[in-house]
């Protein structure tokens, strides 16, 4: 089987469990951190890979001017149903990171949830970098959030399930591959939507591959793509040092 077409993809079942999982203002720390360091900004922001809009929502609330894409059309209709219940009205596309096309210049660039480690080629990311900085006016900063390398050995299998009014849904993770040369991993997710009464309703294979990056790698990869004053944090604090607790590295450059 080609898996390339079922990689990250965030179809149905996909988007339906990120939905409940993670719905609109559920905050590893992350949402308030973010919040506090665009503090100033009046200008636009742009969250690529905005997904339902668990983040772009509250800072919208906020009074941000924050605008978004992604990929998965499932997303983006979850995204648009919560901001129009709330008459929220942000600018949301269908693009994709390698490829996006928009005409507008924004002050910040924020990727929250390590949604960067969905590029998993190297060149592609240094790329999309690229266009990031491309997008962004002359003082504009990037915030980007990556998990530590360390991930890449950390055994992965898991089965969750989530009720819903109908029945039941089921999500479970068998890791396929690490590969340390590529910094990459790869996990077989199956999602599986089951009535009642047991039986199976709906079911969705997708995988998911990501890319894990070393720290001066990434700030080299950064400093490659145009950005300078590149700072680092810790777990979304602003005083916490990088060091074995770290599960988020968030950095930030102009
Ligand atoms: C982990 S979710 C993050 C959603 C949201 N930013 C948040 O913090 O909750 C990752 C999102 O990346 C999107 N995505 C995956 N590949 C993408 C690509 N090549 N270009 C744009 N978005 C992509 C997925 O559709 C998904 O909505």
Redesign the pocket.
């Given at each position: 089987m080609d898996n390339q077409n079922l990689t990250?993809r965030?179809s149905t079942l996909a988007s339906w469990v990120?939905h409940l999982d993670?719905p609109i203002g559920r905050s590893f720390g992350d949402i308030e951190f973010y919040s506090q360091r665009l503090q100033g900004i009046s200008g636009k922001i742009l969250?690529?890979?905005?997904?339902?809009g668990?983040?772009l929502i509250p800072l919208l609330e906020q009074g941000f001017d924050i605008s978004g894409?992604?990929?998965?059309k499932e997303?983006l209709d979850y995204c648009k149903a919560e901001v129009q219940k709330r008459q929220l009205n942000p600018e949301l596309a269908q693009?994709?990171?390698?490829d996006f096309n928009l005409n507008s210049r924004y002050d910040a660039v924020i990727l929250?949830?390590?949604?960067f480690q969905?590029?998993t080629d190297v060149n592609i990311a240094i790329d999309v970098l690229k266009r990031f900085k491309a997008v962004l006016n002359e003082k504009g900063k990037l915030i980007i959030d990556l998990s530590p390398l360390s991930c890449l050995s950390e055994p992965t299998m898991m089965a969750r399930s989530w009720k819903v009014k109908d029945g039941i849904l089921t999500l479970t993770e068998t890791r396929e591959e690490v590969n340390f040369l590529t910094q990459t991993t790869t996990s077989q997710l199956r999602y599986e939507y089951w009535s009642n009464e047991g039986s199976l309703k709906s079911s969705e294979l997708d995988y998911f591959s990501l890319r894990f990056w070393g720290i001066k790698e990434f700030e080299l990869a950064l400093k490659h793509a145009g950005f300078t004053a590149i700072k680092t944090y810790s777990n979304y604090e602003l005083s916490s040092n990088i060091d074995s607790q770290t599960h988020t590295i968030t950095f930030e450059a102009y």
């Open positions: 990250n965030y990120y993670k969250e690529p890979a905005t997904g339902n668990r983040v894409f992604d990929a998965s997303m693009e994709r990171f390698e929250p949830a390590g949604s969905l590029i």
